[in-house]
């Protein structure tokens, strides 16, 4: 124990020495030819210089110690000094990035996280608000136990969306003094095997929680419904940390976390088949951060844009008439199309059954896109109340959202998610 003990003392006196100038210049620094002969040549004489008293050689090593041990003991501390580093990198990064990161609020729950822009625009997930135009925000509180009841809330409103990349922009009412904000890098070439760390809300529960992982590949995906470059990643991704950042050691965002990665499948309801939109368990995979940038510019371009979807109502001084009373093709209902706005262009048909177990079925086509995005479904046979509504709020052919009529009106009194 006195060897060892000795050893480390003088690792230290050696790394103290260091970075002393004057005392000790690393030959690396000097160059590699230093001028000096170890060797005489063959057949050169070589003569003593006078430098003093000579002394016995002997050893720098510790008494008893060997080069091996030495190195060794140097190499535990070393890497002792690199674990402390680690820990202190990764405290520097939640401490500046987390407050960067809110809790976003739908259906009067926790729905996802989302990452305030330079701009104070916020951005998430598309499915994380998918049905709704206005959200909540919830920002970081100061306080060190996260109590909610300490976090400052703002209302947003979805501004645009992207399907095929999952992605959306929200527009706070208003921002916090002094907001914090994370920069998207620039940089396409992201390693695999780099470090890259995450800030969410698992569950809607677990709030800021900060998991840290390594870049498992890089993806296309490339399907009818979707098309971006994933970043796929080791890092622990849960329900709730969809729309919060995946980040480097730099503290940019490399991607947006996607933790649900949803399925279509073909369902018949009231006697149209639609394709249903539903979430299943995902893999770890990020938006990756040239999709972001490409969607970002796209907004400011006007490309993307989400206008709240409504039920159409007639133009002002326009009564709706009626362009067609007859049959379907199918010859199996009555049909009734219409021209809310007077245009004589067709935006509302009326399906009437012959089987009077069908329901009657309203199809709106508000952005006059020559496809239905709302349709009502009733019994107004027997009880003559709407009921039910399906809804494409995002335009991409899929009907997530289900609108329930509980006063029988033509306008849903509210909302919900297709389970």
């Known amino acids: 124990m006195r060897n060892l003990a000795t050893a480390v003392s003088t690792a230290f006196v050696y790394g103290s020495l260091v970075g002393l100038p004057g005392l000790w210049t690393p030959v690396q620094a000097q160059g590699v030819d230093s001028g000096w002969t170890i ?25 008893g110690m060997s080069l091996q041990a030495l190195t060794e003991i140097m190499r535990a501390m070393a890497s002792q000094n690199k674990m402390v580093l680690r820990g202190e990198r990764e405290i520097e990064i939640y401490r500046k990035a987390a407050p960067a990161v809110v809790l976003l609020n739908t259906k009067g729950e926790p729905s996802g996280s989302g990452v305030v822009l330079q701009n104070g625009l916020i951005l998430t997930n598309r499915h994380v608000v998918e049905g709704f135009g206005a959200v909540q925000i919830f920002f970081k509180p100061t306080d060190p136990i996260q109590r909610m009841s300490a976090t400052e809330v703002r209302s947003g409103r979805v501004k645009a969306v992207d399907a095929r990349r999952d992605l959306a922009l929200i527009a706070p009412d208003s921002l916090p003094t002094s907001f914090k904000f994370l920069k998207i890098s620039e940089r396409d070439d992201v390693e695999v095997g780099a470090d890259v760390y995450a800030i969410g809300h698992p569950l809607g529960l677990y709030n800021w929680t900060f998991t840290q992982g390594i870049i498992s590949g890089v993806r296309e995906i490339k399907t009818e419904e979707e098309h971006y ?136 086509d508000p952005d006059r896109a020559g496809k239905a995005s709302i349709i009502v479904f009733s019994d107004l046979g027997r009880t003559g109340r709407w009921e039910t509504s399906y809804w494409d709020f995002f335009r991409d052919g899929t009907f997530a959202v289900v609108g329930r009529h509980e006063d029988g009106k033509i306008r849903p009194t509210r909302f919900e998610f297709r389970s």
């Open 39 to 63: 060797t005489p040549t063959p057949g050169e004489a070589s003569q003593l210089q006078e430098l003093g008293p000579v002394e016995s050689p002997g050893s720098p090593l510790p008494e």
């Open 229 to 364: 470059t994933a970043i796929q990643t080791q890092t622990p991704i849960n329900p709730g940390n969809s729309g919060g950042p995946l980040l480097n050691a730099n503290i940019e965002v490399v991607g947006i976390n996607t933790w649900a990665q949803l399925k279509v499948q073909k369902e018949k309801v009231g006697g149209e088949e639609l394709a249903i939109r539903q979430p299943t368990q995902g893999l770890n995979f990020a938006v990756s951060a040239h999709d972001l940038r490409s969607f970002l510019s796209d907004v400011a371009n006007g490309k993307f844009a989400n206008l709240p979807l409504q039920m159409p109502s007639t133009s002002p001084g326009c009564s709706g008439p009626m362009l067609f009373n007859g049959r379907a093709k199918s010859n199996d209902a009555g049909l009734r199309t219409y021209s809310l706005r007077c245009d004589n262009v067709a935006d509302l048909w009326e399906v009437f059954p012959d089987d009077k177990s069908k329901a009657v079925r309203r199809l709106y």
